[in-house]
């Protein structure tokens, strides 16, 4: 592991924590080289932030501090260096006790790693002092950590239970936040607990609502309580869906049950934030029992993507199995009660003429990727009709002649000239492109080498795994910075970058996603 190890602020917690988020000011060397180089490159980092690899940034962030009147008469050599360590936690921990249905026991705290004892409690008390009367605050020491409260009894009993139960060998932490991967300058983590915690909200505010709304069936908007509709006939007097109930409104406890059944799946959930080969990476992992059923995708989500053209400037792609509409619904259903996609679908296929959601299916294929060309005008846009050379398009992979038929079919319904040269499209045996640009749909059709190039390589982690991938190449062509209008400073911010990529795959009930963002 290139990433340093230490002590951690989850050492100073108790496992009873649902919800925890550390920063490291001084990760390992190497990590800490890689952030500056990656920053540097930007001039408004470089102008405005002087900065070396070995500059304290304690004391930065509490020179800033005192920029803004924070204990203005504190010196950091005498009253904070001689005992603030480097690492940082806040958290939220279910102490027990709840008083009533507003009272759920939690309590926020904050971790801060020290050198010195009692130089810790020293300099811990010349800050509460210099706070005035109204900023009070308790702490408790012990070991490299300090725990700062609301009150000292409260630092007091979370060091206490931390020291029966870290938090730091709690078996949930330690999965999730391996599953986040390497260590970096912030780890945040979610505990199983906090799903059911704010169910337990939902179930108190929903129990408000129906004590004061009533019964969610309304009655038509035409009988109008106050008098006469000063707008006329109502035109949505008669109720479309049959019947003088809102169709989306649900039982007042409804959104308390739907909470209720995710807390049931939901298995905990950690973040990290690191800077790797002169990158910045975040990673993410969410664990729960229906993360890959309610999704949809599976694995193709790239396999469109890296037949794009080499200068393709912004792509995005999805993988779908089979029934991935069914999924979808059937989440869709927990949300907004059951059938709750029906009326859409109906209206869709009215506005559309197709057979949903079976000719949906068919439109996106097996894999799908919506593309924008390097040399995309984006002013474009602003035209009432679409630019015949706009090099925007979608690229399908699946039966050429039935996509086109139902391509063919949405021109026919829609009668539009303008969703005609958008819909435009050409096809071989595995792939059809819709866009309007006849030259960039020939270009999509042939296999271009995306994936091959160095850019999407750095930038897209396990994306041939992946269910989605979005990639962003900023060195591409002139498609960002010869945005009009766009200010000098930021287009100079922006030639840094080179790419960004996004990429999320499921793995035995493990919800994955990575965001990297390269520089030059």
Request: hydrophobic share 40%.
């Amino acid at each position: 592991m290139i990433f340093a190890t230490g002590p951690q602020p989850a050492e100073a917690l108790p496992d009873s924590t649902i919800g925890y988020v550390s920063v490291d000011l001084d990760p390992s060397g190497r990590q800490k080289l890689e952030a500056l180089q990656a920053l540097r490159n930007f001039p408004a980092f470089a102008d405005n932030v002087d900065l070396a690899a070995d500059d304290d940034l304690r004391l930065r962030l509490f020179e800033e501090l005192q920029g803004d009147g924070l204990c203005p008469d504190l010196d950091f050599a005498d009253d904070v260096d001689p005992w603030l360590g480097d690492r940082f936690a806040v958290a939220a921990i279910d102490m027990g006790g709840a008083s009533g249905p507003l009272d759920l026991g939690i309590n926020a705290v904050g971790v801060v790693q020290i050198d010195d004892a009692e130089a810790a409690e020293e300099g811990l008390a010349a800050l509460r002092d210099c706070g005035g009367e109204g900023d009070t605050f308790g702490w408790s020491v012990a070991g490299d950590w300090a725990v700062v409260a609301s009150t000292d009894d409260i630092a007091a009993e979370v060091t206490e239970a931390a020291a029966d139960a870290p938090l730091a060998a709690d078996g949930d932490f330690q999965r999730w936040t391996g599953e986040a991967g390497d260590p970096g300058i912030l780890t945040a983590y979610v505990a199983p607990e906090a799903a059911e915690l704010l169910a337990d909200v939902a179930e108190v505010f929903g129990g408000f609502e129906s004590a004061f709304s009533g019964d969610t069936c309304l009655p038509p908007l035409g009988d109008d309580p106050f008098g006469d509709d000063p707008f006329g006939d109502d035109p949505f007097s008669e109720d479309p869906f049959g019947g003088a109930c809102d169709p989306f409104a649900g039982p007042t406890t409804g959104m308390s049950d739907q909470l209720a059944g995710l807390a049931d799946d939901f298995a905990g959930a950690a973040l990290t934030i690191r800077f790797d080969d002169g990158g910045l990476e975040l990673e993410a992992a969410v664990g729960s029992a229906d993360v890959e059923a309610a999704s949809g995708v599976d694995d193709g989500g790239d396999d469109v993507v890296v037949t794009l053209p080499e200068d393709t400037a912004v792509a995005f792609g999805l993988g779908f199995e089979d029934g991935w509409f069914d999924a979808i619904a059937e989440s869709a259903d927990e949300v907004l009660g059951e059938g709750g996609l029906d009326a859409f679908l109906l209206m869709a296929e009215e506005e559309t003429g197709l057979d949903l959601p079976d000719d949906l299916e068919t439109l996106v294929g097996e894999s799908a990727a919506l593309a924008l060309g390097g040399d995309a005008d984006l002013t474009g846009f602003e035209e009432p009709e679409p630019p015949t050379d706009l090099e925007l398009a979608l690229k399908v992979e699946g039966d050429a002649d039935d996509i086109g038929d139902l391509v063919d079919q949405l021109v026919r319904t829609s009668g539009d000239d303008s969703l005609a040269t958008l819909l435009g499209y050409d096809a071989d045996d595995d792939f059809v492109v819709a866009g309007p640009s006849s030259t960039y749909r020939a270009s999509l059709l042939e296999d271009g080498g995306l994936g091959e190039t160095d850019a999407y390589q750095d930038a897209v982690v396990n994306g041939d795994e992946a269910g989605a991938v979005l990639f962003v190449n900023f060195d591409a062509g002139p498609w960002l910075t010869g945005l009009p209008d766009l200010p000098g400073e930021v287009r100079d911010n922006l030639t840094p970058l080179r790419a960004l990529g996004l990429s999320a795959w499921n793995d035995d009930g493990v919800g994955h996603a990575v965001l990297r963002v390269t520089t030059e």
